[in-house]
């Protein structure tokens, strides 16, 4: 129409612009996120202990010494180290006798008989021999004061052993039904299991 204008509006072919913006506010932040947290630095899986120093009680006077297998790291002077090792020598000659003598009766008890009489007769005494002379390797230590004591623990079950093998041998060469022998057997083997639990002993008590 002459004299009018006609006014176009510019049509927006998007109706809702702003609906994008959130989603790449989203990315944008999960981007961001990502990175970020790439360059940090990495947390160390490696832990540091630091260990206590260790220690050595010391027995006094126990220059040149050295420290026993007990795992107690106590160091004993030679003369303890010394007497310990010993009566350790003696309890595993002792056991050997035992296991022997153990053994020996056994056979002479089956039927029929592992061993003669002869042969258990030799083997009695060969036990009987060895045993007393550990009894004479106890008595001619000197004890350190400290397990004193113990070492007389240790006479006293070596004597009983000595003693029991005796009376084996004895019952072995009387007319008796066995019930003799077979007890003092078993004296013997008792005596030589509480020797070693003396030597255990005599080890503790002497800080070994």
């Known amino acids: 129409m002459p004299g009018y204008r006609l006014w176009v509006m510019a049509v927006n072919p ?29 947390a160390s899986t490696e832990t540091t202990l630091v260990a206590s120093p260790g220690t050595t009680t010391t027995v006094p006077g126990t220059e040149g010494s050295t420290t026993t297998g007990g795992g107690t790291g ?17 309890n595993e000659e002792l056991q050997v006798q035992r296991t022997d003598l153990v053994s020996v009766n056994d056979s002479f008890n089956e039927e029929p008989r592992g061993v003669e009489f002869g042969e258990a007769e030799d083997r009695f005494e060969a036990i009987q021999t060895t045993t007393q002379e550990l009894v004479d390797r106890q008595d ?69």
Do not use: C
Not at 177 to 205: C, I, L, M
């Open 140 to 208: 001619a230590l000197t004890p350190p004061a400290v397990v004193a004591t113990n070492h007389t623990s240790l006479q006293t079950e070596l004597n009983l052993a000595s003693d029991s093998v005796t009376q084996a041998l004895d019952g072995l060469r009387s007319t008796d039904t066995g019930q003799q022998r077979n007890s003092a057997v078993e004296a013997f083997s008792t005596a030589a299991s509480n020797y070693d639990t003396e030597v255990t002993n005599t080890v503790n008590a002497a800080g070994g």
């Open 14 to 42: 998007d109706p809702k612009p702003g609906r994008w913006i959130l989603p790449l506010v989203v990315l944008g932040m999960v981007a961001f996120t990502y990175f970020f947290v790439r360059e940090l630095p990495e």
């Open 74 to 90: 106590t160091t004993l002077d030679p003369e303890t180290q010394a007497y310990l090792d010993e009566i350790d020598a003696i």
